[in-house]
């Protein structure tokens, strides 16, 4: 039965550390990722964020396609069904339902 690694989140000063420890290390990137239980893959694109190779991914705005609607209050309709469907396309369809 294999053990499966947990994940380790590091802060950019970690990194930092990490690089210069395998620097002063004297060995290869393989064998210190290795004995320091880090996925070479992860390293290696630390290194470039860190480096200023490559810029981290930022999270999208998304700007909305329709201004906003107004349904008015609730409050005062008579009692009974409310349905609202808002299809964003690709088979993505939000329904809201009351009574």
Request: glycine residues 10%; aromatic residues 10%.
């Amino acid at each position: 039965m294999s053990e499966r690694a947990s994940k380790v989140f590091r802060s950019e000063a970690d990194w930092r550390d990490i690089f210069a420890r395998q620097a002063a290390s004297g060995l290869s990137t393989a064998e210190f990722c290795k004995g320091e239980h880090i996925n070479t893959s992860v390293f290696y694109r630390w290194h470039r964020i860190l480096s200023g190779s490559i810029k981290p991914a930022k999270p999208q705005k998304v700007k909305p396609a329709a201004p906003f609607i107004d349904l008015g209050a609730l409050e005062g309709r008579a009692p009974g069904r409310f349905e609202v469907r808002l299809d964003f396309g690709s088979g993505v369809l939000l329904t809201l339902v009351r009574g």
